[in-house]
Nanobody, 122 residues
């Protein structure tokens, strides 16, 4: 049974920072691609960042230079460090895992999802 649990969301002023965490358990391991996605009210779910088993990273253009994805396989935890936050970053953020190909363009190819954590920038 795979479980992904996000934490670390909250409210922050523009220019602030947050670090999201995603604790994973079950058959998901270091061999799986993992990613962060977000969805604002009335908008499509969009990819934010992903990391391959080998450590290659992928970022949406809107977050490049501001967000950093990382993983600690010993702790079974995925992270998203978010700096220089903007109001347009406001959304529910989801952790996801195990797509057939690592990347951000096809979010619903990811097999496993967490429940999400809310980030509000205002």
């Amino acid at each position: 049974h795979v479980q992904l649990v996000e934490s670390g969301g909250g409210s922050v002023q523009p220019g602030g920072a947050l670090r999201l965490s995603c604790a994973y358990s079950g058959v998901i391991s270091f061999i799986s691609c993992m990613g962060w996605f977000r969805q604002a009210p009335g908008k499509e779910r969009e990819g934010v960042a992903a990391i391959s088993p080998g450590g290659s990273t992928y970022y949406a253009d809107s977050v490049k230079g501001r967000f950093t994805i990382s993983r600690d396989n010993a702790k079974n935890t995925l992270y998203l460090q978010m700096n220089s936050l903007k109001p347009e970053d406001t959304a529910m953020y989801y952790c996801a895992a195990d797509p057939p190909a690592c990347g951000l363009n096809r979010p619903y190819d990811y097999a496993y999802w967490g429940q999400g954590t809310q980030v509000t920038v205002s």
